[in-house]
């Protein structure tokens, strides 16, 4: 069963960092491309950091340019999604997908996890 499973949410106070994990079982992540997105309640789903399989190139929707860095660990099969000096407005709910294509368009990507919430408040 191909499945991508997200940990690492919680609630922290602004200013502080979470790290998310999107760990992979039933298939290898190397191949694929994984993006970031998020959905905050009453929003639609956006696309936040991107990886590509090939080359390791990212790519960060302007919001979270140079606060947040997304990284693969192929040999633990897993993404992560550093997140700092976290803002309200980043609350939201996180979810990964793996595809082919690496783009901050959901539509291009064929595996999705459960999504973990991150909440930012005092």
């Known amino acids: 069963q191909l499945q991508l499973v997200e940990s690492g949410g919680g609630l922290v106070q602004p200013g502080g960092s979470l790290r998310l994990s999107c760990a992979a079982s039933?298939?290898?992540?190397?191949?694929?491309?994984i993006g970031w997105f998020r959905q905050a309640p009453g929003k639609e789903r956006e696309g936040v950091s991107c990886i590509s399989s090939s080359d390791g190139s990212t790519y960060y929707t302007d919001s979270v340019r140079g606060r947040f860095t997304i990284s693969r660990d192929n040999a633990k099969n897993t993404v992560y999604l550093q997140m700092n000096s976290l803002k309200p407005e980043d609350t939201a709910v996180y979810y990964c997908?793996?595809?082919?294509?690496?783009?901050?368009?959901?539509?291009?990507?064929?595996?999705w996890g459960q999504g973990t919430q991150v909440t930012v408040s005092s």
């Open positions: 039933g298939f290898t992540l190397d191949y694929y491309a």
């Open positions: 997908a793996a595809g082919t294509i690496a783009t901050t368009g959901p539509d291009e990507y064929d595996y």
